[in-house]
């Protein structure tokens, strides 16, 4: 009741002083600005892991290789049917699917940019999820076999849309006695993909597999096996049963090995981020001990009446840590309010931010991917909650401890 009283008084009357709101609204902002940062890095790891999870393989599958007679290393799979299908019996593999790959250089009229070909079968391409997609692409993916599929960023680049006509340019073509001559194919864009990744979509050309093996001088012959797993999160419980399944001299390379350094640079930004976010809860926090100290002097008189007709120490001790706990408690809570907002409608509010800034503010081929993600989680929720919540308890302890161990003589000496 007391600490009510103190808290619903005005400032004329000693009561909550300008220090305690200057402390309620930091604390809401430094909540907010946890939870924020904790979502966009939530949303940020899960749409990376999906772009990548929806686009390429869980684990790719390819041979240690043998020496030729040429005394040059083949690292390519003659009986690769063979190996997909030991591999597709694994348990928990869902897809295992050859292919063929190679980089050579796109042209179209004047226009040239680097590639990476995908030789794939038509019935393997459809069951890639971040490339069937009925809402960012453009064509009939059933027409695959008589042309190409290519990304949203080497159409852009190179100016093509759907029947256009695109020329592959690789320099390892046919090899005659004046040397290697570049072989040059055209072929008709039937397909025009966003697997969600720029790196991907600027990037990446799909060739009918029959086609791949010729166009590379690869007939009769695969560059690995791609395979997709029922829990790619998991990817490490496969790896044995797989390798076990391919045979010997197979080697095999996941989805967590190609983005590892990406995936462990995003845990120690995390880890930072929070820290310093931490430390802005405690400056917060802090606001509260200068609050309830201008507090605790201008109640002085009354804390040596409550003490002189028989409050204990205990009792007023907490009446002040109330007086602190509760603004943290208001604190957290319109923080976790404010923050929740601001990550479910971080769209709208970035494309505002976007507008005032005259565009430009998120670069895909800079971050990789499209769009600010964020996604809320209520781990990450009750983690700042709890941030915060702490941090005010424990620095509202000192000021009230002082107010407690007040002398009723010395606060009553001058009365």
Known sequence: MIAW????????????????????????LAVAALIITLAVRTGFRAEFVDTILGANAHVTVYTAGEVTAQGNLDRTLKDY????DRIAGVEGVTRAAPLVKGQVMANNQDRNIGVQIFGIRADDLKTIPGIVNNETSTGNIDDFQDGVAIGLGVARELGLGLGDKIRLISPNGVKTAFGTSPRVNVYDVKYIFSAGRYDIDATRVYL???????????EGSADEIEVMVEDPEEINRYVGAVLAAAGDGSLVWTWEDSAG????????????????????????????????????KNKG????????????????????FLCGSVTGIAGTVFGVILGCLFAIYIDPIFAFVNYL??????DPSIRGIYALPAKLQLGDVLSAVGMSLGL???????PARRAARMNPVEALRYE
């Open 301 to 320: 008189r009354d804390i040596g009446i409550l003490r002189t007709i028989g409050l204990t120490e205990g009792s007023v001790l907490r009446v002040f």
């Open 81 to 84: 049917d063979a190996w997909a």
């Open 357 to 362: 800034s005259g565009g430009g503010v998120w």
């Open 392 to 398: 005010s308890f424990i620095v509202t302890i000192f």
């Open 5 to 28: 009283r103190y808290l619903r008084a005005r400032r004329a009357e000693g009561g909550v002083s300008t220090m305690t709101w200057i402390s309620l609204i930091g604390i809401t």
């Open 208 to 218: 009918p597999f029959e086609e791949a093996q010729s166009y590379f001088n690869k």
């Open 261 to 296: 350094s990406f995936l462990r640079a995003l845990e120690i930004e995390d880890n930072v981020m929070f820290i310093i976010l931490s430390v802005l809860v405690l400056i917060a926090s802090m606001n509260i001990v200068s609050g309830l100290i201008m507090l605790v």
